[in-house]
């Protein structure tokens, strides 16, 4: 296990609702990252947060947004569901700033259903 | 722009033989290079990394994997293969001072006993 927690495990929505996910990084993690990883997909990258601030955004929409707390836990909130939003949600938790190189260790996901 | 390719939607081998599951990548400068294996309903587990240095890598469960610069390659390889290691394989690549990971879209792997 990588110590990087995430909940709900499931969670199912219907479309237009907003929905909040949330991730614990591992201890001494500073830097949070959330992918999407839709059915039969490899995982693509939606944003990363950095001292509570986005530090990178992939290609997606506004409604996609989070939040990073003191404590680097995290959230990610989507607005305004749609059907293509049903996936799973890894978020991944890193140490920047200690060298060039910085590991991410992924959760185990929520899984999203949006009817 | 970056990317990376996995070639083969599913592999299948008999338990026992050695396996290979393809990896091809695109990224400007030199790249960080990872495996990772996700089993049904799991997250993803990091299986090795390519960093810097010796091209070959070895990781967890005995699995491996050779960096190829000239042919922007990082192949997985196992010498035998076991039931347990059928699962969906990842190959992901991320550029140097940047912290997104660019993933591949999976290998499915058959182990047949």
């Known amino acids: 296990e990588t110590g990087v927690t995430q909940s709900p495990t499931h969670l199912i929505k219907t479309r237009g609702q907003q929905v909040t996910l949330r991730c614990s990084s591992q201890?001494?993690?500073?830097?949070v990252s959330w992918y999407q990883q839709a059915l039969g997909q490899g995982p693509q990258f939606i944003f990363q947060y950095y001292r509570e601030e986005e530090n990178g955004r992939g290609n997606f929409p506004p409604r996609f947004s989070g939040l990073q707390f003191p404590n680097y836990s995290s959230e990610l909130n989507v607005n305004a569901l749609e059907l293509d939003d049903s996936a799973l949600y890894l978020c991944?938790?890193?140490?920047?700033?200690?060298?060039?190189?910085?590991?991410?260790?992924f959760g185990p996901g929520t899984r999203l259903t949006v009817l | 722009a970056q990317s990376v390719a996995q070639p083969e939607d599913q592999v299948n081998v008999a338990e026992g033989n050695p396996l290979t599951v393809k990896c091809t990548y695109s990224?400007?400068?030199?790249?960080?290079l990872f495996w990772y294996v996700q089993y049904p309903n799991r997250g993803l587990q990091f299986l090795l990394k390519?960093?810097?240095?010796?091209?070959l890598v070895k990781g967890s469960y005995g699995f491996e994997a050779e960096f190829n610069k000239s042919q922007t390659s990082f192949h997985l390889k196992k010498p035998s293969a076991l039931v347990s290691d059928s699962a969906l394989y990842f190959c992901?690549?991320?550029?140097?001072?940047?912290?997104?990971?660019?993933f591949g879209k999976g290998t499915r792997l058959h182990i047949l006993p």
């Open positions: 201890s001494g993690h500073n830097t």
């Open positions: 991944a938790s890193s140490l920047a700033g200690t060298s060039v190189y910085n590991e991410q260790f």
């Open positions: 990224v400007s400068g030199n790249p960080y």
């Open positions: 992901a690549v991320r550029a140097r001072g940047d912290d997104k990971i660019i």
């Open positions: 390519y960093i810097t240095g010796d091209n």
